[in-house]
Nanobody, 129 residues
Framework: QVQVVESGGGLAHVGGSLRLSCVAS????????IGWYRQVPQKQRELVAT????????YAGFVKGRFTIARDTAKNTVVYLQMSDLQFEETAVYYC??????????????????????WGQGTQGTVSQ
């Protein structure tokens, strides 16, 4: 059974830091990327950062060098998000996303692939003024 579990949310002051952790487990399929998204009430969930299986990272424009996403060197299914210089408006529920690829056998020697997302339950990050 696949699981995506976040931890590390909490309270930070403006200008402060939080470190989030995401543990993905039970995936038999190839993981393409693991990423962090955030959502505030009445707004759509938005990308914060992702790290691909080859180590390539991608950040939203608002990060501006303040956040770092990294995989655990020993466990590729554990990902951290270090957030610094947090702003009040960055109070949100932060979600971990695992994008994986399932490969199944098709006709003859062909294969079918499809990518799918699995989300964690989210962890609250609150920035106080």
């Amino acid at each position: 059974q696949v699981q995506v579990v976040e931890s590390g949310g909490g309270l930070a002051h403006v200008g402060g830091s939080l470190r989030l952790s995401c543990v993905a487990s039970g995936f038999a399929d190839r993981i393409n990327s693991i990423g962090w998204y955030r959502q505030v009430p009445q707004k759509q969930r938005e990308l914060v950062a992702t790290v691909s299986s080859d180590g390539t990272t991608n950040y939203a424009g608002f990060v501006k060098g303040r956040f770092t996403i990294a995989r655990d060197t020993a466990k590729n299914t554990v990902v951290y998000l270090q957030m610094s210089d947090l702003q009040f408006e960055e109070t949100a529920v932060y979600y971990c996303n695992v994008n994986a690829r399932r490969t199944t056998k098709g006709w003859g020697k062909s294969f079918k692939q499809h990518d799918y997302d699995t989300w964690g339950q989210g962890t609250q990050g609150t920035v106080s003024q």
